[in-house]
């Protein structure tokens, strides 16, 4: 046994010997070395095929529930008797009535528009004493409803052959002709009922929704601070910020996908063009720091004004709540303003250096100006099948159960309709978020790869002069021709963590309904570890697709020999590349912000329709612009990566000198490298 036991002590050490002799191991240029290989072979085509695989598998899958599905039952609402409005799915054929009228929290009847009363009743707003119920329309008998019920603006659906309809009496829904009492009737039931007041509403996703006047007029009447009509087209338990949010979103649509992708892409497009401008390049970046701090700063300021306007205002247009978080909105814009000065002030140095790792990236892309079409390919690509996953995504929505469901309410027991999902949509549902992740991984991949290899051989020719656009045209040939496994290979793991990071948060949410701390704070480090798993692996696999890019290796090969590169070289590597990416990601936060803040003139000027708001909809298009500019800036990102891996596999293969590299190229790697450490 003690012998046995030598053995496996011996193989172990000859193990980690050849690990070690592995990692210490410097590359070795072949003797007829010019630049990136010409002569290539396919790389993991079994993860290219198991892509297409995967979407073959997810064309079934939709095509499935487009045969068996019918997107309408998505798009449209379903009322309180399992009716879709607007169609002639159920019982009753609702093709005239294609809107909701909420009558409770959870339900309401299908109508044929939207009622607007606005010029009907004398504070343009609502009439209290006139209800929308679970049988129709019902008024007060005291003769003060102020509609005309044989008139009305809008239909109610026929609902006398529901078994489930309720009506109303003065008893059950307006005790005493009372409004107050009204409220709080079996009817009514503070929300909760089969009876609501009718009120001027606005129609989004085929939803009626009641307006801010309609809503403070009905509370003033009855007595009530509370709001009973669901707040949110999703979530029924949320405030009026929802629905508010919502309505904003739906009303600006039109310009917050004008702003978000035009004005965005527009505004990265002339940032990346001063970039490469050498004389610019500095005025650039500083007064892109100096003006996100200046924006940031005065959207806390101008946050600040309206929360004081509005507590100012009689009556105040938004509850103290919402006042008292744009106050705390204002203040956090502040404290990241004055973080933002303090850092800018600080790392001025760090900056400066920055500037200079994207000045040399900035001489590569000077010479291939078509890579700035890559961006380009990237987003026509994943809006195609963005498009297609949607509609397998809506069809296979449309699958569900309608059901009916056990509330746990105070009052008279109210018919409510829900969808209900099999085992088999829910899993198809996984699957399909599985296939997003992978293919806009896929996507990113495939222009990191082509922007590597396009870099590579800019830096591997001797004569730089003579690189010109055309090698951006071979780079992505070659891409499609060899490497497409390779791009697959790299998404995939990424779509692996992201898809467990998914399923962590589904849980989260479930946890947190059960209201355990206990549990939610070590998924909550769960999903931080794998955030931080899933950064470092997107990382070695940037350096990876560079690996691929210069010798043709496969996958595993090229990110083992990638991540044994960076460690011999750790110091310079990981010095330059993460002090430029400050420089990057201030330029993404330049272009969002600027984007934001035109976008705010614009919606001030255009939009006809009064906002509840501006928040959402900027905020949407501060994300929207964020994800372009960082798609576009990833040229330059990658390029300085590509740069850099060049520079360190250029000097082990001859021997501690940079054979390609030029003299200005030389110095400022090992000097800023040198600072850093």
């Known amino acids: ?9 011996d193989e172990r050490e000859e193990e980690f010997s050849a690990e070690e002799a592995e990692a210490r191991e410097r590359f070795v240029a072949p003797a007829d070395w010019d630049g990136p290989v010409e002569s290539r072979r396919c790389t993991d085509l079994f993860c290219f095929f198991l892509l297409v695989a995967s979407w073959i598998a997810m064309t079934y899958i939709g095509a499935y529930a487009i045969s068996n599905g019918d997107y309408r039952l998505v798009i449209n609402p379903l009322d309180y008797d399992g009716n879709v409005c607007g169609t002639d799915f159920g019982s009753v054929d609702m093709s005239d009535f294609p809107n909701l009228l909420y009558v409770n929290q959870y339900a309401g009847v299908c109508v044929s528009k939207c009622p607007s009363i606005d010029t009907l009743t004398e504070d343009n707003a609502t009439d209290v004493r006139t209800l929308i119920t679970y049988s129709g329309i019902w008024q007060t008998e005291d003769g003060l409803a102020q509609l005309d019920a044989t008139n009305l603006p809008f239909e109610v ?22 409004p107050e009492q009204s409220w709080t009737s079996t009817g009514i039931n503070r929300g909760f009922g089969f009876a609501y007041y009718v009120g001027d509403t606005y129609e989004f996703f085929h939803r009626c929704y009641l307006t801010q006047d309609a809503e403070t007029s009905i509370r003033q009447q009855v007595g009530s601070v509370d709001r009973a009509i669901p707040d949110d087209p999703v979530e029924v338990a949320n405030n009026d910020f929802f629905v508010n949010l919502y309505a904003d979103l739906w009303v600006a649509k039109y310009y917050i996908l004008g702003c978000g992708f035009g004005i965005a892409l527009f505004i990265s497009i002339i940032y990346m063009y001063l970039l490469r401008i050498p004389g610019l390049l500095t005025t650039v970046v500083w007064v892109s720091i100096f003006s996100t701090i200046a924006m940031v700063i005065g959207a806390g300021y101008y946050a600040y004004s309206n929360a004081d306007k509005w507590s100012n205002t009689d009556p ?28 800018a002030c600080c790392l001025r140095k760090q900056i400066q250096l920055a500037i200079s790792c994207v000045k040399e990236a900035g001489r590569a892309i000077n010479r291939m100006l078509l890579i700035f079409v890559v961006p380009f390919i990237q987003v026509f690509a994943f809006l195609i099948f963005w498009v297609v996953w949607t509609v397998y995504a809506v069809y296979l929505a449309s ?15 109210v018919a409510v309709r829900v969808y209900e999902f099999d085992d088999f949509v829910y899993q198809s549902g996984w699957y399909l978020l599985f296939c997003m992740f992978w293919t ?10 082509v922007v590597a290899m396009a870099v590579s051989k800019w830096y591997f020719t001797v004569d730089k002069s003579s690189v010109s656009s055309l090698t951006v045209l071979r780079s992505l040939t070659l891409t499609l021709l060899f490497h497409l496994g390779t791009c697959a290979y790299g998404s995939l793991i990424i779509a692996i ?25 070590i998924l909550c480090c769960c999903q931080c570890c794998f955030m931080c798993v899933e950064k470092c692996l997107k990382f070695i696999n940037k350096n990876a697709y560079i690996q691929t890019a210069i010798f043709g290796t496969p996958f595993c090969e090229s990110a083992r020999k990638a991540f044994f590169l960076i460690l011999r070289n750790a110091a310079r590597i990981g ?30 000027e255009t939009v006809e329709v009064d ?22 800036m990833d040229i330059f990102e990658i390029a300085i990566l590509a740069m850099l891996h060049c520079f360190v596999a250029d000097e082990e293969m001859f021997d501690g000198r940079a054979r390609y590299a030029e003299g200005a190229l030389t110095e400022w790697v090992d000097k800023n490298g040198a600072e850093e450490d």
């Not at 006398?160 to 003065?170: F, G, R, V, Y």
């Not at 938004?318 to 106050?327: E, S, V």
């Not at 699958?399 to 027991?413: A, K, N, Q």
């Not at 898809?499 to 948060?505: G, T």
């Open 1 to 9: 046994m003690p012998r046995d036991d030598d053995d496996k002590e």
């Open 316 to 343: 105040q247009p938004f509850t103290d709540k919402a006042i008292a978080y744009t106050r705390y909105f204002a203040y956090a814009m502040w404290v990241i303003g004055a973080f933002l000065l303090l850092i």
């Open 575 to 604: 010095a330059v590349s993460y002090v430029s990416a400050a420089v990057l990601v201030v330029g993404k936060l330049f272009i969002s912000a600027m984007t934001t803040g035109l976008s705010y003139f614009i919606l001030v």
């Open 157 to 178: 659906a026929d609902y006398s052959q529901s078994q489930d309809a309720l009506a109303c009496s003065t008893d059950t829904c307006f005790p005493n002709n009372d």
């Open 611 to 632: 906002l509840h708001s501006y928040a959402g909809p900027l905020a949407l298009i501060f994300f929207i612009s964020y994800m372009i500019a960082d798609m576009c």
């Open 440 to 449: 806009a991984g896929f996507i990113v991949a495939f222009g990191d790869m």
């Open 399 to 413: 699958l569900g159960d309608i059901t009916t469901p056990d509330l746990d309410l105070v009052g008279p027991d």
């Open 497 to 521: 963590i992201k898809m467990i990071r998914a399923v962590l948060a589904k849980i989260q949410k479930e946890v947190a309904k059960a209201d355990n701390s206990c549990a939610n704070c």
